[in-house]
């Protein structure tokens, strides 16, 4: 048991209250902080089938045990319950917000209600309002992150805030961290938008408790050497991730032209090498980290001449880029500075754009529809006015794609669900799987809609290695091991909060030994499987509560039906059967039923059958009540 107290900040903007909550020592021993914690909460604390746009929804900040100490790649999240999705929601951001969270003495913040009028948050050591923000109302992210700066007369609190999309609750509409780093996927803007709130303002200066200094400063050296001795660590200290996409064009499995194929003849134009040529300035980085994979161009040429901005990462040089037949760098990144500013997760708006151009192709949407303007792929006019549309709401057309690819596809009808690439309503990310069967299972089982980042089988069936075997990159067998495994070696570590980049380079092994410096226990290494297994049911159990199923553990249209068209797997497609035979597999190692439903034996096995639910409205407001004790942490 963690002899520490871990406290959260419970946030009510109905009332304007601020009140302390401590976690039951046994709820943080089997959960942890970040996307464990996070998910209890929303199973306990949400209304089963509540509007994620109503005053209902919380809305989390949560850190984890290693955020804000000296351990490198470690970020913290934000929890909601998705308004794109309707699913359980979690999205990550680095920067140096996150760390703030701890340093005010907190594990996490839990926002909930609606405040009155436009508002923001400001929490400081021993300082804690809500203040009005119709001052800041319908600025962009960029100005109202300095602004409330200005404001403070201080340049180092750090702002977390919305853009327009958010006030307008766009639900792909993302959270800007401190300007450069994101709460991106899920709609979480959205969610901040419902609430009225245009911001949260933090600093703190409590010190972040290490139990045995020694055995942490040693463990913080190791994974300081795992991350300098990695290559692909040393790729994102060298270029970010925009280096993959060489690798998805080779490979193809670079969505272009809507996901229509998987090779993009101007992939030159946005990889790397281009970005570094034409645009690189520096190198940052999230608060003590020594990969400083972020980096930061400006344009030097051309009509964007002048614009400094972050360059552009693999995945939304994907969905902004090759998605939408965009082959310049330049344009790249003036697009994608467009959507920070106005607060737009720019993969989900990737999705979109490219959706909406497929259908203007088709006549499903007419010039007229998009006021004269010719929605051709390749065209940064027609990107820029889409966004414009959608994040503004102006027109009938930018409404309806703003409700994300899912919805829009039911609305215009027709054949436009043919090319509608979600999963679950979240758009696809960058990985056309229509070679990789792991790739495709993981993609129709993430807990939040289609995501790459809960398993990632690419790394396995290109060239990979399974158990010592090498893998079948087109084969079913061994795949649905390989998603159960990744899935819950990722989640296990989303409890710490670890950086997705981080992980590559550190090893189960050290964030054991950071973990357990922090808080003097003993667990071993594959505890974080036990742990992120138990994660992942627990987040199955809300998202079945909130309607879910195995008809919902499905693919685009796209991708089952429609066969890559180019390359060298060309022909290839995943056909449903396989699918099928897929989740089968799949939830026999889950230990869960035909359905997708946990069985009540693999519930118990994790713990989580006798787990109780918490409650912080229940009997006594200042503690979350509930939870067994239990001896042995994780
Ligand atoms: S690897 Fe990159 S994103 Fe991750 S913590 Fe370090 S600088 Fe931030």
Known sequence: MSKQEFKLLHIDLTNGSFEDIIVPPSIFNSLLGGKGLGAKILLDQLPPGCDPLGSENLLLFMAGPLTGTLAPAVRACVITKSPLTGTFADSYFGGHLGPEIRYLGYLGIIISGRAAEPSYILLENGNFELRSASHLWGQDTFATTKNLKEEMQDSTVKVGCIGPAGEKMVPFALINCEYNRHAGRGGTGAVMGSKNLKALVLKGSETVT??????????????????ENNEDVAGFSQDGTAAAVDFANSEFLLPTYNYYQGGFSQADGLNADAQRKHLWLRDTACTGCPVACNKVGKIRTGPHRGLVADTVEYETAAMMGSNL???????????????????????????????????????????????GVALEFGSVKAADYLLDIIASGRTELGRILGQGVKKAAESLGGEAEEFAAHTK??????????????????????????CHQRAFPVLFEVGGEWKGEGVSRLGLEDKAEIVFYHQNHLAGLDTLVKCDFGQYGITRSTYSRLLNAVLDWEISPDDFLTLGERVWNLVRLFN???????????????FTREPLPDGPYKGEVIKQEDLDQLLDDFYQLRGWDEKGQPTAERLEKLGLKTMESISWLAEDPKILTGGSENEKPL
């Open 210 to 227: 290490v139990a045995r200094e020694k055995d942490f400063m040693e463990a913080v050296q190791t994974a300081f050497s795992e991350l």
């Open 425 to 450: 309503g979240l758009e696809s990310p960058a990985w056309g799987p229509r070679s990789l069967p792991g790739m495709a299972l993981a993609l129709a089982t993430s807990d939040r809609g289609g």
């Open 544 to 558: 079945i509560r909130e309607g879910f199923s195995r008809k919902d553990d499905s693919l685009p249209r796209r």
């Open 325 to 371: 037949g965009i082959g310049n760098t330049r344009e790249l990144i003036y697009l994608l500075y467009r959507c920070d500013a106005l607060g737009l997760d720019g993969m989900s708006a990737g999705g979109v754009l490219g959706f909406a151009m497929e259908a203007a192709t088709r006549n499903i949407i007419s010039t007229e529809d998009s006021e």
